[in-house]
Nanobody, 126 residues
């Protein structure tokens, strides 16, 4: 049974930092392209960042580029999102996603992902 569990969400002041984790089980983690998405209240879920199976390639939404860093360790079946310089507009539920596609292209398309976590809340106060 595939399971993705996010953790690390919290309430933080603007300008602060958080590190989100996504722990995977029931999968051969290194076979999956991984990504973070987020959904703010009243808005559609949007892409944040993705990372290739090997970790060599990364792709970021323009809104987080230069502030967020995605990483993974296939030996411990975990992905992270380091978030620095947080802004109130980063407030959202953050989801990790796993996809079996092999070509690292179009990774901001939600339909490519096969498995999703339950989400972790990030709240940034002004």
């Amino acid at each position: 049974q595939v399971q993705l569990v996010e953790s690390g969400g919290n309430l933080v002041q603007a300008g602060g930092s958080l590190r989100l984790s996504c722990a995977a089980s029931g999968v051969v983690f290194g076979s999956f392209t991984m990504a973070w998405f987020r959904q703010a209240p009243g808005k559609e879920r949007e892409f944040v960042a993705s990372i290739s199976r090997s970790g060599d390639d990364r792709y970021y939404a323009d809104s987080v580029k230069g502030r967020f860093t995605i990483s993974r360790d296939n030996y411990v079946n975990t992905m992270w999102l380091q978030m620095n310089g947080l802004k109130p507009e980063d407030t959202a539920v953050y989801y990790c996603a796993a996809g079996l596609f092999t070509v690292f292209s179009g990774t901001d398309f939600q339909g490519l992902y096969d498995y999703w976590g339950q989400g972790t809340q990030v709240t940034v106060s002004s």
